[in-house]
């Protein structure tokens, strides 16, 4: 580990951080994120109403108008994030700070010039240099979602440009209002020449996990449609929270990094928790297994593959994050580039924060190796299931330590891989990229068994895809069959997994089975809806169970609320489902509950789409006392549950949880329910 020791400056974080204080730590005092807002004079209120009701009206004319033409109607989020910032800060008493007032009078004013631009079919934002406002519609759930960029004149024109990557520092009071005066204002502590920086909103304050992960990807795809992007030259860079957001990134996408650089945060739950806050800790048993879902140090072995330059202040508590780490590195016999800033707390110190940039664009200039000779990879969850060529596609078990290690030897043509809880995985090199002989088979190895694989095409492209049997690896030319039943990357749940991609509330529209389990999915679904808007500042997409398409089936997961009876849906699935609903009880496996007094709650592959899944009575798991702490922010079910609401909702929990468990990797319920 590196440490470089220079004059003790301080230079202040750009964004304040708020971390919580003992208070936090006490369940039944969880105080609401975000925060109360202050009090709108009656008189800006209304004026700033009229004003966003104009860029309302604006952008639906627009919607209608530019329908016949995708390439302008597909930049309309471009203008519509100016109308949300203001109008949810409206709606839901988001200014934090009376100033706010002239700021969103601003951004309605640049909300509806864009507007008129684009109405004239013109996109000058497009063309522009430095601080660029911009937006997209996600996927998940149809919001706005913002993101501001850096962009440098040298980027609007000649060879592709580098991308980096900024994730915020926590900041319970940035609201898309906030953030977009921001990112109009500041270019942020690292602007490196001829960069494009993408500073990322990550769905607010989750330390860019589950919908905040899903942001950075969708805000990609935009900027690549109008960019032109050098693959091989991305960054991932961030502090505090954002710093516990790069290590995520960085472990859990190595393939993808140049470089990354986190700043402080955290990097794993326990130790921070127990450690850093001094929170006592009680997790049950599967919450210990689903920490294995964020924690970095379980997937340090990835930085192998990711070049990666750490900072903290030397007298910085959150220093805790990089020694994490350094500590996972060094079992995994790889070292850490750690630079400190000496005698600093929570900040960057002007010299060390030089030499920090210095050596990311050294990395960055290096450039990525979309095709190393050597990867090593390791995951816990099919969720993140590849690294460069090498791609997982089935595990002995789900949250225990999946690794594979492959290597290629061009001149012998062949590859030698050796696994640990894999039973399918593949080999992949884009056209281009594969170093193999295309005239000849190729030797591959994987642990004990040796196979002879068909050349590669002519193009230097080559896949192969291996099976584990009873007998050792094989070589498989077919695809799996896609209504089989087993987890594979993107089916593997918890149920949190299920809002990592499109999904639809199906709200019921008949009588319940029992009047109190009825009154509590509804007030569940309420939750949900409220929460995912508060914390992942979006309107979850609410259909009711009449109302489902065979279009919503096979684009969506379904998330199912009520009962057999009730949701008219889900009495269509009810027999092909592994827990059974009845009137009299819940049934999983051998053991029934009394159903008027219990729900259950699970994912499941979808049997009408088995593409897709299907959710039963449940939002994200974490709830209320999880948002005052990010590390906290990790699924608090498994794959399935059976909720005893005679028990109180709490800031943790739906209910009493009477039992939970995980199935296996078909999806079969499993003896002690996957202990």
């Known amino acids: 580990m590196l440490r470089l020791r220079i004059l003790p400056l301080l230079l202040a974080a750009a964004v304040p951080v708020l971390a919580d204080g003992p208070k936090d730590n006490q369940p039944d005092q969880a105080r609401p994120i975000p925060p109360p807002g202050v009090e709108i004079p009656a008189a800006d209120r209304e004026e700033l109403q009229k004003e966003a009701d104009q860029l309302r009206k604006a952008i639906e004319e627009l919607r209608t108008s530019l329908k016949k033409k995708p390439e302008l109607f597909e930049l309309l989020p471009d203008v519509e994030v100016y109308h949300k910032a203001v109008d949810w800060a409206l709606r839901y008493n988001e200014f934090f700070k009376i100033q706010e007032i002239k700021t969103a009078h601003g951004l309605l004013l640049r909300g509806l010039e864009r507007a008129a631009s684009l109405r004239e079919g013109k996109t000058p934002w497009l063309r522009q240099s430095g601080l660029v406002v911009r937006g997209y519609r996600s996927k998940l759930d149809g ?52 960069t494009i920086v993408a500073h990322l909103y990550g769905r607010y304050c989750c330390a860019n996990k589950f919908a905040g992960e899903v942001d950075l990807f969708e805000a990609l795809a935009r900027i690549q449609r109008d960019y032109r992007i050098d693959p091989n030259r991305l960054a991932i860079r961030g502090f505090s929270m954002g710093g516990a957001a790069t290590w995520q990134f960085a472990t859990h996408f190595p393939g993808l990094w140049a470089a990354a650089a986190p700043g402080a945060g955290f990097s794993e739950t326990r130790d921070f928790l127990r450690v850093f806050q001094d929170e006592p800790l009680n997790p049950t048993w599967f919450q210990k297994k689903l920490w294995h879902w964020y924690d970095a140090t379980d997937y340090a072995l990835n930085l192998f593959n990711c070049p990666t330059v750490a900072y903290s202040g030397e007298i910085d508590r959150q220093k805790q994050a990089a020694d994490q780490m350094e500590k996972a590195l060094k079992s995994e016999g790889i070292a850490l580039t750690h630079l400190i800033g000496p005698k600093t707390a929570h900040a960057y110190h002007p010299e060390t924060r030089v030499e920090v940039a210095r050596r990311v664009d050294a990395m960055v200039d290096q450039g990525r190796n979309p095709a190393p000779s050597k990867v090593c990879f390791t995951t816990w969850t099919l969720r993140y299931a590849e690294c460069l060529w090498v791609k997982l596609e089935g595990m002995g078990k789900h949250w225990e330590r999946a690794r594979i290690d492959a290597e290629i030897d061009a001149p012998a043509q062949s590859v030698r891989a050796s696994t640990a809880n894999a039973t399918a995985l593949a080999f992949q090199f884009a056209p281009g990229l594969c170093v193999l002989d295309p005239t000849r088979p190729v030797k591959v190895t994987i642990d004990n068994s040796t196979l002879f694989v068909p050349a590669p095409q002519s193009d230097r492209s080559w896949a192969a895809r291996f099976r584990r049997d009873r007998k050792g690896w094989v070589h498989v030319t077919d695809s799996e069959d896609p209504a089989a039943l087993a987890k594979r990357p993107g089916l593997q749940g918890p149920i949190d997994d299920a809002f990592l991609d499109a999904f639809l509330m199906v709200r019921p529209t008949g009588t319940a089975l029992h009047e109190a ?18 914390q992942f500042r979006g309107d979850a997409f609410v259909k009711d169970d009449t109302a489902i398409t065979d279009e919503d089936i096979a684009s969506h997961n379904l998330i199912l609320w009520g009962d057999p009876q009730s949701n008219k849906l889900l009495a269509r699935l009810a027999d092909r489902l592994p827990i059974r609903w009845s009137v009299d009880s819940v049934q999983v496996g051998n053991e029934r509950f009394d159903a008027a007094h219990h729900a259950p709650v699970f994912v499941f592959p979808n049997p009408l789409n088995p593409r897709r899944y299907v959710v039963l009575n449940s939002g994200f798991t974490y709830r209320e006392y999880d948002y005052l702490n990010n590390a906290r922010q990790v699924p608090r079910l498994p794959d399935y ?17 009477s039992l939970a468990g995980f199935f296996g990797e078909r999806w079969e319920l499993l003896p002690k329910h996957g202990q």
């Open 517 to 534: 389990v009825g009154k509590w999915t509804q007030s569940e679904l309420q939750h949900a809806l409220t929460h995912w808007r508060s």
């Open 143 to 194: 919001s706005i979602q913002p993101f501001g960029l850096v962009v440098p004149e040298a980027a609007l024109s000649g060879a592709p440009a580098r991308l980096d990557f900024w994730c915020h520092g926590r900041g319970e009071t940035l609201s898309e209002l906030a953030f977009l005066d921001q990112r109009e204002k500041q270019p942020g502590q690292f602007t490196p020449p001829g």
């Open 641 to 657: 549950a059976v909720i005893d609401i005679r028990q109180p909702v709490t800031s943790q929990a739906p209910g009493g949880i």
